[in-house]
DNA sequence: GATTAGACATCAATAGATTTAATGGCTCGA
DNA sequence: TCGAGCCATTAAATCTATTGATGTCTAATC
């Protein structure tokens, strides 16, 4: 059994409407003897005719009554579905961002460029891990590495340099360290990131590095930040993401030694030949955005 | 704008439900590479991917969770109405029959066809306007003429022949004509029928055909019929339809004298390349059993 | 009743879209 | 590391859908 000339049904609808073959076949670009062969098609299917010759047209029969709202309804979702897709496709821009990066300074510039495209509308995809661009809908993402993922055409947004940080209230409280191995017998942060060797390493800490009081365990720059700020102890934290803390004074940076694994903040997106608009419109304006947050 | 690639949605059906291009290619009997094709042209329509490749297969993306639901629904919606007319195609005959007919000969007789054929279920479509079969769903019909329809194959039934029936009440009261002449004389029903005259001048009547009693005007035999029973006069009808009012004597014949204009009663249905099964049947039916009915 | 305009059917030729077959690359699991 | 399973790609083959020309039919008009 043949199944269903789909062709047919777009025709079908059309001249179900407009009651004519020779407009229908205007209205979908085509010739009357073309529309009659999908016609002939889809009533040899239905193994009845479907429309009853008239002289100045056609009209439905019974049976094709009964058809034509199936097919004009089913048109209608399938193509509303579709239409809806796509216009999502442009008007939403999802990005993918980590946590720290988007609270602490994604989220507080976003408002910027929405003024500056209120026609593009802005999600982010919260997650730690690595998505697949293409695969789940996502347009572009910022992550932290050294911008040579295949694939991926990536642009250096801010220096992924981390360095101490701590509130004033700990300092007034616990004195200020004055030398970096002195950090060593402030209460640290999360003690044993692997931040920490990495820092006291580049700021000249030789020798063991033995903390001798206890540390908070947390794992998000997010948490940490939010801890030192408190008065928790001495954090370790991008400092491009704090910058206004620091610029306050609620957060004292506490040597001018930026530590760094090599590796900075980036936005990324897939290397695809036609690049969206919005996507465009997002890269020019975030890197602009970059270059005004020091590091 | 390009519209919707009608052609690609039931592959998408198909790879959505099997979640495999290879299997859905294996259903639709087509080859993997050309359920590739498709996939990719419905996704270049939708502006964004479908389906996820994945090594052992292929996943929906988010747009294409979203669109499959009202691809399935609407193919389906299609399917089950086409399938449904189909269905109604092979099981119903439609047969177009006149009233009288309809309710004095077929009637009487259409259950010993049903217990015939008992999967055919029968329609009338009792009007006495002539029909267009093939655009009004009409299997066949029952029409009075001379078996020379153009286009349409058709096999005599009864005769057309007609006579003057009365009931045995009207005859007590009135008496009994004893020549046809004398019917002039009797309450004639629809005396101004174009049936008259001619029932009159095969009986051999000659002269000016005067009626001069007054006479009710009505225009099927059905109530013709009905009314000669109930002793409202003398009816002209056909007498195949009575045939059981005569042999149960609650119509009497006048006179064994049957006018005709020359048409008679046909089973008709198109000149078609392929009868269908229900129509073979009917037909067959009807033939042999017009042939145990005088006339 | 002839004529005309409007509309669908049909046919052969053709353009073009689909499908195929073959091949290559990718991912996962053994 | 290898093999199995699966999708993408390509060029060629196929076949469907479309065209353009022509024929037929119907209703309306004169």
Chains 1, 2 share one sequence.
């Not at 001798?212 to 991008?238: C, E, F, M, N, Y």
């Not at 306050?248 to 936005?267: H, R």
């Not at 997002?282 to 005004?292: G, L, Q, T, V």
Request: with cysteine; hydrophobic share 40%.
């Amino acid at each position: 059994m043949t199944s269903l000339p789909l062709g047919s049904i777009r025709v079908f609808d059309s001249v179900a409407r407009l009651q004519n073959f020779t407009k229908a076949a205007d209205e979908l670009n085509m010739t009357q003897s073309a529309v009659s062969y999908q016609i002939k098609l889809l009533e040899d299917f239905a193994g009845t005719p479907l429309f009853q010759r008239r002289a100045r047209g056609v009209t439905l029969t019974p049976k094709g009554e009964v058809i034509a709202p199936v097919i004009r309804r089913a048109l209608a979702d399938m193509g509303e579905t579709f239409r809806a897709i796509r216009e999502e496709q442009n008007s939403v821009l999802v990005i993918s961002v980590i946590h720290t990066f988007a609270s602490n300074w994604l989220t507080p510039r976003i408002t910027d460029f929405q003024n500056l495209h209120p026609e593009v509308s802005v999600r982010f995809d919260i997650s730690s891990r690595l998505v697949d661009f293409s695969s789940e809908g996502i347009d572009c993402g910022i992550r932290l590495g050294r911008g040579n993922w295949p694939g991926l055409t990536s642009h250096r947004l801010l220096s992924g340099g981390f360095t101490p940080l701590a509130s004033p209230a700990y300092l007034e409280r616990y004195g200020r360290p004055q030398t970096p191995a002195d950090l060593l017998q402030c209460h640290l942060i999360t003690p044993d990131d692997n931040w920490w060797p990495v820092w006291f390493r580049q700021a000249g800490v030789e020798g063991p590095l033995t903390m001798t009081k206890p540390g908070v365990t947390i794992d998000t720059q997010q948490i940490i930040g939010g801890l030192a700020l408190s008065g928790g102890g001495v954090g370790l934290v991008s400092s491009a993401f704090f910058q206004n803390e620091i610029e306050s004074g609620t957060l004292v940076k506490l040597f001018d030694i930026e530590a760094s694994t090599g590796t900075n903040y980036y936005l990324v997106y897939p290397e695809t030949g036609q690049l969206p608009a919005k996507v465009k419109f997002f890269r020019d304006w975030i890197i602009d955005c970059s270059c005004n947050t020091k590091f």
